[in-house]
């Protein structure tokens, strides 16, 4: 099988997001240099987008690529097949690429994490969706990577909050400290989705 090839910064949320997946699933993947383009039709293209080519397609944007490394890719399935799971998965995926990244990329220590992560997609249970890692859990931990560390992490999630130990479990992953990136808490402003 052809190895995926990633475009993005390693140290963006949305390509770290994907290299979770990909570690999770267990694909070894190439993370194209700064200065190579992905192959193909470049006018679809925005500046700083996240792009994977993989047997000569391109997906663009971070939430389409996870579902395709999901879909396409062999290995641990990160999309729950029960309705319920499934439709607590894409809630979490929407509210994050949605309203989480836009609010919290402009107005990081401004607003409270906590109004952004309603209760509404948060369960007691392990991961978002239920009982399974998901692709949910895998675009949001970066970004709770860049927050955590920062003086005001502490006070960004209520103690009592599930995701208090929805963060220690992630954590824990391999591929969550196998994508660790270099650069620090800044590198999630810059573009990439």
């Known amino acids: 099988m052809p190895q995926p090839v990633i475009f993005g910064d390693p140290s963006s949320i949305f390509v770290r997001g994907i290299l979770i997946v990909l570690m999770e699933k267990g694909i070894p993947y190439r993370l194209a240099e700064e200065s190579e383009q992905p192959a193909g039709d470049l006018g679809e293209q925005l500046p700083g987008e996240t ?5 000569g397609l391109l997906v663009r944007g971070a939430e389409s690529i996870l579902r395709y490394v999901d879909e396409a890719l062999p290995g641990a399935r990160l999309q729950p097949e029960a309705l319920r799971q499934r439709a607590r998965m894409n809630r979490a995926l929407e509210i994050f690429f949605r309203e989480a990244v ?7 220590l401004r607003r409270n994490l906590a109004s952004a992560f309603t209760d509404e997609w948060i369960s007691p249970d392990p991961f978002f969706a239920g009982d399974m890692f998901t ?12 927050l955590m560390p920062l003086p005001e992490g502490e006070a960004l999630i209520a103690r009592a909050s599930p995701l208090r130990s929805w963060w220690g479990r992630m954590l824990e992953r391999d591929s969550m400290r196998g994508t660790k990136p270099e650069n620090g808490v800044f590198a999630m402003l810059l573009p990439g989705a």
């Not at 836009?102 to 990081?108: A, Q, T, W």
């Not at 692709?135 to 860049?146: C, G, K, N, R, S």
């Open 51 to 55: 792009v994977i080519e993989h047997s």
């Open 102 to 108: 836009p609010v919290l990329g402009g107005e990081i």
């Open 135 to 146: 692709l949910a859990d895998a675009a949001v931990a970066p970004l709770f990577a860049y």
